[in-house]
């Protein structure tokens, strides 16, 4: 008898818990229902499906704010956060202000109603996600709508490290309906903020700047091959690096090597000292081109101008190398030199040109009967084939090869040694 008293009280308490709890769901129930936004809400949304596109031609705007941007220059993609901005309307979800209290907006989230299946169409290597994220839009009574998610998209992007590190990448970010033609989704630019074009955040990347973006639009073929048309919206973004560290590095380290090439066609030919700076020259050489490879990006259609600089530079280098060995191995011939070589050298060193830049150096005595007698000059220098010939063949070939270097040099530092000036030509190109 005690125990079936004690279930039954149990019961009882439980079905007394019970109702108290429906009570006070129901006077929840009672406060809401008084809201006026639920209301609308219940109104606007009464039947209405997420999954059915407005009637009609249904006009979407589209607007473009690049927050950050992240290069990826191993495979030559740009990873860019913006916002963006989609306008369009829906008359399904439209109301009567007057009929809920002057209500002209309501905030809804985004998965709540239909939106656009606008995403990007730009070659990628992430998955192509079609669907906005999850976000709060803003509906107006007229049944205008205002989203600005987040969005993250990556595309490859042409490199063009002509002029590195003076370097430029040109990204297009191509927008357009997923599944829809145009006479079903007509996708048009419009600007970010109500004060204009706003496409770019004010701030700097760390080693890119956007120096120009512009957009365009054109009709293509759909995907879906079903004999309709889609529309493209496309950002064009031109980055351009930073170049401020890597090119005093490689600029100065091209200089450096320029001057070692000269300083060693300089020496006298049997001196110790050249034979090493010549041989010290080649070493940085390589050294040089092992680090500026570390460096360079491995993507681009055109090698880098840097880089052919350093290794046309190379080629001097070891040329100079080279002919020390050989200048060497002349001066120590005791055979008779050719009677043309010695017709050339007298001529040469008998000429005033000769006097002045040669004499001076191969005899000081002839330099002194220079300053002391110009005009009588003629037998200046005095030959004995066998013994000086050689010699003086070898530095009038060392001479020419110190100015033909330096002429290359200058050319090549012309053509090839990269500005900030060469890259703001090649802008004015793309």
């Known amino acids: 008898m005690s125990t079936s008293f004690h279930v039954f009280f149990v019961i009882v308490s439980v079905l007394l818990l019970s109702r108290e709890g429906s009570c006070a769901n129901a006077l929840c129930k009672d406060i809401l229902n008084n809201s006026i936004t639920l209301k609308l809400k219940d109104y606007i949304f009464c039947a209405y499906d997420t999954d059915v596109k407005p009637r009609g031609i249904t006009l979407v705007q589209f607007g473009l704010y690049i927050r950050q941007f992240d290069v990826d220059e191993l495979s030559s993609t740009v990873s860019f956060d913006a916002w963006i901005r989609m306008l369009w ?55 205008s709508i205002v989203c600005v998610p987040s969005m993250s998209y990556t595309t490859f992007c042409e490199s063009d490290h002509t002029w590195w590190p003076y370097d430029i990448m040109n990204c297009t970010i191509h927008i357009a309906s997923w599944a829809h033609s145009t006479n079903e989704i007509d996708l048009r630019f419009t600007d970010f903020s109500e004060e204009g074009q706003l496409t770019v955040d004010g701030s700097e990347h760390l080693q890119w700047a956007v120096v120009k973006v512009s957009r365009s639009e054109r009709l293509i073929d759909s995907k879906f091959g079903l004999g309709f048309i889609s529309k493209y919206l496309s950002y064009h973004v031109l980055l351009k690096r930073h170049a401020s560290m890597y090119s005093t590095i490689c600029i100065t380290m091209a200089i450096v090597l320029m001057m070692m090439t000269l300083m060693t066609l300089w020496l006298e030919p049997k001196s110790t000292e050249r034979m090493i700076v010549a041989n010290l020259n080649l070493v940085l050489h390589f050294y040089s081109l092992q680090e500026v490879q570390w460096l360079l990006p491995y993507t681009g259609a055109r090698s880098p101008e840097l880089l052919l600089f350093y290794e046309n530079s190379l080629i001097l280098a070891t040329v100079a190398l080279i002919l020390t060995s050989v200048l060497r191995h002349v001066q120590e011939l005791t055979t008779e030199a050719p009677c043309w070589l010695s017709s050339v050298t007298i001529t040469i060193l008998r000429s005033r040109v000769g006097q002045v830049f040669l004499a ?3 005899d000081s005595r002839a330099s002194a009967r220079i300053e002391t007698n110009v005009d009588d000059n003629a037998q200046l220098v005095s030959f004995d084939k066998q013994k000086t010939t050689w010699r003086y ?34 802008l004015t190109r793309t």
């Open 89 to 143: 309307t829906d008359p399904l979800l439209s109301w009567d202000p007057t009929a809920f209290d002057g209500i002209n907006s309501l905030h809804v989230m985004n998965d709540e109603i239909w939106v656009p299946d606008v995403t990007i169409h730009s070659a990628t290597i992430m998955d192509v996600d079609i669907g906005m994220p999850k976000v709060q839009c803003w509906v107006n009574h007229t049944g």
């Open 360 to 362: 001076s150096i191969l």
């Open 393 to 426: 063949a070898s530095i009038l070939i060392g001479w020419l090869a110190f100015i033909s270097v330096f002429l290359v040099y200058v050319i090549m530092l012309i053509v090839s040694l990269p500005t900030d000036r060469s890259t703001a030509v090649l």
